[in-house]
């Protein structure tokens, strides 16, 4: 299981450095030797911070089906509940443990 704290911590650092290269890419003229390859770290420290924002759980959205909802092989009827994931928007399955298009990890009421 991550640890929140952890995680924040890390993302706080990343951010950190990420913060640093683009003032030191900033400096360099437009086609100094180097610019490309610190662009490509910042884009790579952008995508790490991506990914570990994903483990840090956060709550679905309810919905109260005004239509009947069809997710996968299951189907909802109107006035049941489904939820979406708070980041992408897909339709989630109750007890999924994170959204199956963004990954993004979901906390439901049981867990909190």
């Known amino acids: ?26 400096s360099l003229p437009l086609r100094a030797e180097g610019r490309t390859s610190i662009a490509q770290d910042i884009k790579s420290l952008d995508l790490a911070i ?34 979406k994931c708070p980041v992408c928007g897909r339709l989630i399955i109750y007890g999924d443990k994170f959204c199956r298009d963004c990954g993004q990890g979901i906390l439901w009421e049981m867990e909190a």
Do not use: C, W
């Open 50 to 83: 991506e990914t570990l924002e994903t483990k840090i759980k956060i709550k679905p959205i309810k919905l109260i089906n005004k239509n009947d909802v069809r997710i996968g092989n299951i189907a909802f009827k109107k006035g049941t509940t489904s939820y």
């Open 1 to 26: 299981m991550f640890d929140a704290d952890k995680i924040k911590q890390a993302i706080k650092v990343i951010t950190q450095q990420r913060e640093h290269l683009k003032s030191i890419k900033n």
